[in-house]
């Protein structure tokens, strides 16, 4: 009997070459332990609210007001709602055609696209044309579709830094083409090291490789580091001279804990270099409302924003978007919250800023506790988390660590991990997951639990870690 269609080995291969470690071995493991009855701290995914972080209150009570439109009827409403809220609900009903419920344009509503090119004009100084933003169920959903417009054959190469999300890895695998990769400096905190990539594209296209774009994560994850205006010139003049798209991740770019490298957006750079190369080199930057002191993951809100895109390309991307139909429409109105938040003046306004405060500069005090507690134990080094929402220590394990590594059939950091995982209910993600170089062993966790329960959580991972190293050194 030949296999049926979806059987196991009749599949797609490039569906069965995609790894996505975020979600991978170590969770699953976790989910298992937790329905024996352990507790568990799933530090593994970005997920704010899934680890206690409140939602902000004000893009609740629009959206809720735009969720059930009968209570802006209500005679009462006013004794629930504040004013602002109740003005931006019925504002963005009128931009619907039939409320929440009914499709958009399948680049999203036109009144949000044009709030976000305000927001991006705003924040870059550089006008932005809301014919060139396109919402999506969040940026993964952008990534994948911008990737998929780009990889045509296996020969295209795409580069991407490593460690990286493995977003990046499994999207390429799926639509078949080939990750180039470029490692990050960990000793230079994460840096870019321009010999290296430029090594990478040489070695790429040696093979055959047609490398067409480049991938910036910028805060970065899960290594943390921010880029700085230096960086990002010497990135888009390369390239302008290798003629690549650069993909522009920033998804986090709320998401900074230190002052000296503040965010700044690739397309401002790109515009502050004038032409030619602010004329030639093409770019697509991603943004989200999962991140940020937001934390929205579930409403699964996106866009990306296309610059020095042709019309007939654009329209191609549009063509395949409508495939879909309509981005889900409550996202929508998150992200048009997010790039518009409540004004000084407004009612609202002091609550938002304190609540956005808040979890700011909580988020801030937490990567300081993680950071110093991974480098509290002797065999862990770690960078400090400048931005986005990870911490990425190096685990250095000792030969006997890695030969019972080996005898278990699992990867040293997989087997680390693992251990943790069983003596602590920490669940994190090995640095296998991303990518890292050859002999060098890290996990992934986010600087998300609550900030009350992180110095017990950090001793706990020490108590665990010095009881490893005990078990394994010589
Ligand atoms: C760099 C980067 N880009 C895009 C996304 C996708 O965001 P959307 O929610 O908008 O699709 C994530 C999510 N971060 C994952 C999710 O949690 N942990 C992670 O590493 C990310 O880290």
């Not at 801030?364 to 480098?375: E, L, P, S, V, W």
């Not at 680390?416 to 993600?429: H, N, R, W």
Request: hydrophobic residues 40%; glycine residues 8%.
């Amino acid at each position: 009997m030949s296999p049926k269609p979806l059987d196991y080995e009749s599949l797609n291969e490039n569906v069965k070459k995609v790894a996505y470690a975020v979600r991978g071995e170590l969770y699953l493991r976790a989910s298992e332990l937790q329905k024996e009855g352990k507790k568990i701290i799933f530090t593994n995914v970005g997920n704010p609210h899934a680890l206690g972080q409140k939602p902000l209150t004000f893009p609740r009570q629009v959206v809720a007001l735009c969720q059930a439109p009968f209570l802006l009827d209500d005679p009462n409403v006013g004794l629930l709602f504040p004013a602002d809220a109740i003005a931006r609900a019925k504002h963005y009903l009128s931009l619907t055609s039939g409320g929440l419920g009914a499709y958009s344009d399948s680049r999203g509503l036109t009144g949000i696209r044009k709030e976000i090119a305000d927001f991006i004009e705003r924040r870059d100084g550089y006008p932005s044309d809301p014919e060139l933003v396109f919402l999506t169920d969040g940026a993964s959903k952008g990534v994948m579709q911008i990737l998929n417009t780009i990889i045509r054959n296996e020969k295209d190469g795409i580069l991407v830094p490593v460690p990286q999300y493995p977003l990046y890895s499994a999207t390429i695998s799926l639509y078949g083409g080939c990750l180039v990769p470029y490692y990050l400096e960990e000793e230079a905190n994460w840096s870019l090291d321009f010999y290296n990539i430029r090594q990478s594209v040489a070695a790429a296209r040696s093979k055959g490789i047609t490398v067409r774009a480049m991938v910036i994560i910028n805060p970065g994850n899960p290594t943390g580091q921010c880029l700085s205006e230096a960086n990002i010139r010497e990135l888009l003049k390369f390239c302008f001279q290798e003629n690549l798209v650069l993909l522009a991740d920033e998804v986090y770019q709320q998401n900074v804990y230190q002052d000296e490298r503040p965010f700044i957006s690739a397309r401002k750079i790109l515009f502050d270099m004038g032409p030619p190369i602010s004329k030639e080199v093409q770019l697509v930057s991603f943004h989200t409302v999962s991140k940020g002191y937001w934390g929205e993951c579930g409403q699964r809100g996106g866009y990306f924003e296309m610059t020095n895109l042709p019309p007939q390309t654009v329209d191609e991307i549009y063509k395949v978007a409508s495939v879909s139909l309509s981005p889900n429409v409550p996202g929508q109105i998150f992200l048009g919250l997010m790039v518009n938040p409540p004004k000084p003046g407004d009612i609202s306004y002091a609550r938002f800023v304190a609540e956005s405060k808040a979890v700011l500069e909580s988020l801030r005090r937490r990567a300081h506790i993680m950071t110093d507690g991974f480098n509290s134990c002797r065999n862990v080094v770690c960078n400090f988390t400048e931005g986005a929402m990870y911490s990425f220590p190096q685990i250095c394990l000792p030969p006997k660590a890695i030969e019972a590594a080996k005898k278990a059939g699992k990867a040293p950091d997989v087997f680390y991990c693992l251990k943790l995982l069983e003596a602590t209910g920490i669940s994190t993600v090995p640095g296998s997951g991303f990518g890292q170089k050859e002999g060098v062993f890290h996990l992934r966790t986010t600087i998300l639990p609550a900030e009350e329960e992180m110095p017990a959580i950090m001793a706990s991972f020490k108590k665990f870690n010095d009881e490893f190293m005990e078990q394994y050194e010589d």
